[in-house]
């Protein structure tokens, strides 16, 4: 694979150092004579990666696929500070052990994105807190203030920008996050010969500093590579719907709710993300590309995005849960429902417990479950047509819900109208 083609026709790169070099030393031709250890980092701010997270760690993949060398770097000391960069205002302090079970709990997030056990090339994970936790403050001072002016640090924009915000401002705390990233770059430079950085637009600086850092005290060449800081056609910001961030734990946000994000993705929006999040050859994005443009009420594009990024984040098992609960939300049948579907509509929609066993008409049903205000509405509502139970429309009123009616003996799924559901578990 050339990873400079892969990431050109991915839309993936935005900006590379020593773009106008040429021969040996522009940075197409040294990736193209062998393998380079490279690393992105993240701070470990939350105790799950989410979405936005997902392009940097799968540009690692990219490169791993190529044949280079990938280091994730977990910024268990810079997570304590908190990057300026795309900020507003300043981050709220986590403690060490808040960190610490943060890096813990992405350990296998990480694991899914990226080959630790590969022969040839194998993932490396690090924790920054090894080598900057044991520097003194003294020590960072003399050996790394000293090859940086206020002059270059101002410069960057995320800080320039706040220091023009007179309400906000930026504390030294959040001043100085450039030159830890930087001795970063510098550590893995001297201990893995880390060649190149890659990060959103937004860390060009860092990445810079770093740079600088190994050619003054290491006297070796760097590189720092940038891809696109993610947008939506609509104006709003990636990641993030209604109900909040999209994390990549089942925890916070679940398998339902993760494939939901992704075949609700805008239909401007949906070539783009095949390319950005998916490893769908060139040809099978250009196909489903003109698909879509035939035919984009088919949503064939959504629904291979939400299956590849379901299945590389959660398995293919899960996956297929999350697919067939979607399938059942929108009408879809019920015929082979599983247990674990059931437990997945179980968590998405109103669930209400009662006396199943004995017998419950379906007018009470319908009022405990909360799709109808009274008994004498539920009435109405059933002999109208549009009420349904396990996806079987009843319109006798007289009907009588009891434990024969039990998906895997345990809930009864009701449905009024097209999209009204809840579940009745069994008192």
Same mark, same amino acid.
């Given at each position: 694979?050339?990873?400079?083609?892969?990431?050109?026709?991915?839309?993936?790169?935005?900006?590379?150092?020593?773009?106008?070099?040429?021969?040996?030393?522009?940075?197409?031709?040294?990736?193209?004579?062998?393998?380079?250890?490279?690393?992105?980092?993240?701070?470990?701010?939350?105790?799950?990666?989410?979405?936005?997270?997902?392009?940097?760690?799968?540009?690692?993949?990219?490169?791993?696929?190529?044949?280079?060398?990938?280091?994730?770097?977990?910024?268990?000391?810079?997570?304590?500070?908190?990057?300026?960069?795309?900020?507003?205002?300043?981050?709220?302090?986590?403690?060490?052990?808040?960190?610490?079970?943060?890096?813990?709990?992405?350990?296998?997030?990480?694991?899914?994105?990226?080959?630790?056990?590969?022969?040839?090339?194998?993932?490396?994970?690090?924790?920054?807190?090894?080598?900057?936790?044991?520097?003194?403050?003294?020590?960072?001072?003399?050996?790394?203030?000293?090859?940086?002016?206020?002059?270059?640090?101002?410069?960057?924009?995320?800080?320039?920008?706040?220091?023009?915000?007179?309400?906000?401002?930026?504390?030294?705390?959040?001043?100085?996050?450039?030159?830890?990233?930087?001795?970063?770059?510098?550590?893995?430079?001297?201990?893995?010969?880390?060649?190149?950085?890659?990060?959103?637009?937004?860390?060009?600086?860092?990445?810079?500093?770093?740079?600088?850092?190994?050619?003054?005290?290491?006297?070796?060449?760097?590189?720092?590579?940038?891809?696109?800081?993610?947008?939506?056609?609509?104006?709003?910001?990636?990641?993030?719907?209604?109900?909040?961030?999209?994390?990549?734990?089942?925890?916070?946000?679940?398998?339902?709710?993760?494939?939901?994000?992704?075949?609700?993705?805008?239909?401007?929006?949906?070539?783009?993300? @095949?390319?950005?999040?998916?490893? %769908? /050859? +060139? $040809?099978? &994005? *250009? #196909?489903?590309?003109?698909?879509?443009?035939?035919?984009?009420?088919?949503?064939?594009?959504?629904?291979?995005?939400?299956?590849?990024?379901?299945?590389?984040?959660?398995?293919?098992?899960?996956?297929?849960?999350?697919?067939?609960?979607?399938?059942?939300?929108?009408?879809?049948?019920?015929?082979?429902?599983?247990?674990?579907?059931?437990?997945?509509?179980?968590?998405?929609?109103?669930?209400?417990?009662?006396? @199943?066993?004995?017998?419950?008409? %379906? /007018? +009470? $049903?319908? &009022? *405990? #479950?909360?799709?109808?205000?009274?008994?004498?509405?539920?009435?109405?509502?059933?002999?109208?047509?549009?009420?349904?139970?396990?996806?079987?429309?009843?319109?006798?009123?007289?009907?009588?819900?009891?434990?024969?009616?039990?998906?895997?003996?345990?809930?009864?799924?009701?449905?009024?109208?097209?999209?009204s559901y809840a579940l009745l578990t069994a008192a």
């Amino acid at each position: 694979m050339d990873i400079f083609h892969e990431l050109t026709w991915r839309g993936l790169l935005d900006d590379y150092t020593g773009r106008t070099d040429g021969g040996d030393d522009a940075l197409p031709a040294r990736l193209r004579t062998g393998g380079v250890t490279l690393y992105c980092g993240f701070d470990p701010t939350a105790d799950s990666l989410h979405v936005g997270s997902l392009v940097p760690l799968l540009a690692l993949r990219r490169f791993q696929m190529a044949g280079h060398r990938p280091i994730a770097v977990a910024g268990g000391a810079t997570g304590s500070i908190g990057d300026p960069s795309g900020k507003t205002q300043e981050r709220q302090l986590l403690t060490k052990d808040q960190i610490a079970a943060n890096v813990q709990a992405i350990r296998p997030q990480l694991a899914r994105l990226l080959d630790f056990e590969a022969e040839r090339n194998p993932a490396r994970l690090v924790d920054n807190a090894d080598w900057l936790g044991p520097v003194s403050f003294l020590d960072f001072l003399r050996d790394v203030g000293k090859h940086f002016t206020v002059n270059q640090m101002v410069a960057k924009e995320s800080v320039r920008a706040r220091m023009e915000d007179r309400d906000v401002g930026i504390s030294y705390t959040e001043f100085s996050y450039m030159l830890l990233q930087a001795y970063d770059f510098y550590y893995l430079a001297r201990a893995y010969s880390c060649e190149l950085q890659i990060g959103g637009s937004d860390q060009w600086g860092n990445i810079t500093a770093g740079m600088e850092l190994i050619r003054k005290k290491l006297e070796k060449k760097a590189w720092g590579l940038t891809m696109p800081l993610i947008t939506k056609a609509d104006g709003t910001k990636f990641g993030k719907t209604e109900s909040g961030t999209i994390w990549l734990d089942p925890k916070r946000t679940s398998v339902y709710q993760f494939y939901q994000f992704w075949i609700n993705t805008d239909d401007r929006d949906v070539v783009r993300y @095949l390319k950005y999040f998916t490893f %769908l /050859t +060139e $040809a099978e &994005v *250009t #196909a489903l590309e003109a698909t879509h443009a035939a035919n984009p009420g088919a949503r064939e594009a959504h629904q291979s995005l939400a299956k590849a990024v379901t299945t590389l984040m959660h398995g293919e098992a899960a996956c297929a849960e999350g697919q067939r609960a979607s399938s059942i939300l929108f009408g879809g049948s019920l015929d082979g429902i599983t247990a674990a579907t059931l437990e997945i509509l179980r968590g998405e929609i109103p669930t209400a417990a009662a006396p @199943l066993a004995a017998g419950l008409p %379906l /007018t +009470e $049903a319908l &009022v *405990t #479950a909360g799709l109808s205000p009274s008994k004498g509405q539920a009435r109405k509502d059933i002999e109208g047509g549009g009420i349904y139970v396990n996806g079987q429309r009843i319109q006798d009123a007289a009907r009588t819900l009891s434990a024969d009616d039990l998906l895997h003996g345990t809930a009864v799924l009701l449905r009024k109208g097209k999209r009204s559901y809840a579940l009745l578990t069994a008192a």
